[in-house]
């Protein structure tokens, strides 16, 4: 590229106003990137789902041709971020998209740097710290003692620093912790009062859940906000990897209800054979009728339901209205899921026997846990 010397230089404040909303990439995943094919003009856009480009033209405020467009310089521009970093070496600083204008930025430390980014097709910008060094810093902190009141750590590229999360309140030991490290000053970046992120999960029944880090049960049935499951489980209030017990009866009844505010609960229950089951009501079943449960120690069971409206003398006390069943269950399966075909029966609550010899399983009907607690069932 002729005249590259002439190529203006951006700072990254100035960088910083102009590219709002940027798609960062980094050494790490422009390789990936990359491996697009682009032999032909619409290599970037063949086979890719017309969901999927109608969601990005939503994101974008564009149509799905202006959305292909931009899967089309994305392409381009992975391989042109990959020759930036060829040709920067040990100077590269990382590189981000500005697809509003569909510009390449890439950062690097030398002059020599700038100009090889510049003739690569990218417009550079100066500073002050490599990517490597950036994430060299990233590996000490994740070998260090990470007070809790930082939950998560980044590079921002464009920003070239490492950007530290924090917690509301936790301002003074997560600056103590920076300063230990020994970093340049404007290399670590504190971003306080970060909200704690968490896992995601889609809450179906069966699968299994920890209460107070102590013991285990099973996921019921998926209802509006949450899931239903067994009493002896846990009592309101107590606390579990998916969310907080908002009510629970036993003895005297065995059924509660988990209110799962960060996560999904579907209409589904899981076979343990790598499927699901559709629940589709809550119709009760006959006696004789043949019921399946589904719980996170013995996976999935069969079986007969031998009556309504039984009683069991538990070690804790008496607990009645239960369905008595010849399907087997064992410790960790409690508060499980019950289906008749698609039609939720009940949760596991307890028995007799186990899944080698066999036994007699009670289950608290689900229907009873729904209109004391005016929940909804979900179903798929």
């Excluded at 003074?172 to 971003?191: E, I, K, N, W, Y």
């Excluded at 065995?254 to 089951?277: I, N, R």
């Excluded at 069991?312 to 269950?329: D, E, F, H, K, M």
Aim: net charge negative; charged share 15%.
């Amino acid at each position: 590229m002729e005249g590259h010397s002439t190529v203006n230089r951006f700072s990254k404040t100035v960088v910083g106003a102009a590219a709002l909303g940027l798609f960062l990439t980094t050494a790490a995943t422009a390789p990936a990137l990359a491996q697009t094919p682009t032999s032909s003009p619409d290599a970037a856009v063949d086979g890719v789902d017309a969901q999927l480009l109608a969601a990005m033209a939503a994101d974008l405020g564009t149509d799905v041709s202006g959305a292909q467009e931009v899967l089309r310089f994305q392409a381009d521009a992975a391989d042109t971020a990959d020759d930036v970093e060829g040709a920067t070496g040990d100077a590269f600083a990382g590189t981000w998209l500005d697809e509003s204008t569909q510009t390449v930025y890439a950062a690097a430390t030398t002059e020599a740097a700038l100009d090889a980014a510049a003739d690569a097709g990218a417009v550079p910008v100066a500073a002050e710290h490599s990517l490597t060094d950036l994430e060299a810093i990233v590996a000490q902190i994740a070998a260090s003692p990470v007070p809790d009141t930082i939950p998560s750590w980044w590079i921002d590229v464009e920003a070239n620093d490492v950007v530290v999360d924090v917690v509301a309140g936790g301002e003074q030991s997560a600056t103590d912790f920076v300063a230990s490290l020994g970093a340049p000053t404007d290399a670590v970046r504190l971003q306080t009062g970060v909200e704690a992120p968490d896992t995601f999960a889609t809450i179906r029944g069966g699968m299994s859940y920890f209460i107070n880090n102590a013991s285990r049960c099973s996921v019921g049935f998926a209802v509006q906000g949450g899931f239903v499951t067994a009493g002896h489980c846990g009592v309101t209030g107590d606390s579990t990897n998916y969310g907080t017990f908002r009510g629970s009866s036993f003895p005297g009844n065995d059924y509660a209800w988990v209110a799962t505010p960060d996560h999904t609960p579907v209409g589904q229950v899981m076979d343990y054979s790598g499927g699901t089951v559709a629940v589709k009501g809550s119709t009760q079943a006959a006696v004789g009728a043949t019921v399946c449960r589904s719980g996170s120690t013995t996976g999935w069971h069969c079986g007969q339901i031998q009556g309504y409206n039984s009683t069991v003398r538990y070690p804790q006390g008496s607990v009645s209205g239960l369905i008595r069943t010849n399907v087997c269950a064992e410790p960790g399966d409690s508060g499980g899921s019950l289906l008749a075909g698609n039609q939720a029966q009940g949760v596991t609550s307890g028995g007799s026997g186990d899944c080698t010899s066999g036994g007699t399983t009670y289950f608290q009907p689900v229907n009873e846990i729904l209109q004391t607690y005016g929940l909804r069932l979900l179903t798929s």
